[in-house]
């Protein structure tokens, strides 16, 4: 017997653009009020012309995705925004169905997709447990024996007789993640809903995940954050404009996502001055391809200085410049400490780091290029030679996630 419990054959989704925003779901009272309305705009003006339709336009969210997922897979699924993850997901949990294709899936399938997902406002925590158990073909001792898991693990037990419709974004998430975790679905399937929840749910929601995945069920996980990807998953599915651009083992997926983030021009150029002294090349030498750096590894910046005059002690230095445009770190070289561009023509600097120890992150460089100090400043360039610093495949207790800090350093400890 085969143990593939997800196979989806070219798989493509199409939407009507300006007929239809979004999908969603619709109840009895949505339709009862829509014939109300458009009865009673016959009755009060019955010679009214009818609104023109809108111009349409198609769009495939998903086009010819095919793969297959195994027993106990933990997948990741990862792009850019618009690639088509959410609507994959969708399909996969039939919440919206194929333009064309096919998909199989076998065994129960939870999901937790957006904040609400499965739960009903009206009824209780205590009420849409039991309800979503349900929904999972679950028996009612079956979901007992998981209730007080469910809630110790949302922490929600005060609030656990009250409607939902009443909790907030959080304790929505923690409930709904608590239920699609712990009823024991084949397939669980998550996307970046859980960004809602605090630093800590989100470690403990990664860690029940990656539980899961060892009991032998599989794990669907989409998220933007290539740390908890890395920790969590051991293959991915990458997905790019509709289509499969790659599938394959978790690391080298995350670096053609990063690289596929960097179509800017990754290095620096410009046309020789016959006038004055002019940086004209800034390249960065990165571990990975496509200006991707791991952190603690090997980065080298290249300079190519043009000069057609004599310079009185020339002046180099450059920044890296965080996402918030801050300075987080700041580097140069003279000509009093080295001899530097003495003389005219073409000179190459380059600056070793050998561990680079920058935190996680998108930097650009800040370049600053001047006569001795107090004297004439040249250039600066800004915003150039964009690069990602990634500490994935770093496994540690702690999460990585973003903007904790500028930079880690090695250190020694001592336990007395």
Known sequence: MSDTVIRVENLSKKYILGQQKQER???????????????????????????PLPETEEFWALKDVSFEIKQGDRVGIIGRNGAGKSTLLKVLSRITGPTTGRISIKGRVASLLEVG?????????????????????????????????????????KFLDTPVKRYSSGMYVRLAFAVAAHLEPDILIVDEVLAVGDMQFQQKCLGKMEEVGKQGRTVLFVSHNMQAISTLTQRCIMLSKGKCFYQGLTEAAI??????????QLVY???????EPKVTQVK??????????????????????????????????FQFINSFQQSVLYLWSFDS??????????????CIIPKIRLYMGE????????????????QTIENICPF?????????????QPNICTYIEECEWNIL
């Open 117 to 157: 997902t499965g739960f009903h406002p009206e009824l209780t925590g205590r009420e849409n447990i039991y309800l979503n158990g349900s929904i999972l073909g679950m028996e009612k001792v079956e979901i007992r024996k998981k209730f007080d898991e469910i809630v110790a693990f949302a922490e929600v037990e």
């Open 25 to 51: 779901y619709t109840a009895l009272r949505d339709v009862l009020a829509n014939t109300a309305k458009s009865v009673s705009r016959q009755v009060l003006n019955p010679f009214a012309k009818k609104a």
């Open 284 to 317: 960065l030498n990165t571990s990975k391809p496509n200006n991707v750096q791991i952190n603690g590894e090997l980065m080298e910046i290249h300079f190519e200085i043009s000069t057609p005059i004599l310079i009185d002690g020339a002046c180099l230095s």
């Open 363 to 378: 930097y650009t460089l800040r370049v600053d290029f001047a006569e001795r100090v107090g004297k004439k400043h040249f």
């Open 337 to 350: 400490e080295r001899p530097m561009c003495r003389g005219t023509g073409v000179f190459h600097l380059i």
């Open 255 to 264: 670096t053609e996502y990063i690289r596929e983030g960097y179509k800017k």
């Open 269 to 275: 150029t410009d046309i020789p001055s016959d006038f």
């Open 388 to 400: 990602e610093l990634t500490m994935y495949g770093k496994h540690i207790e702690y999460e990585w």
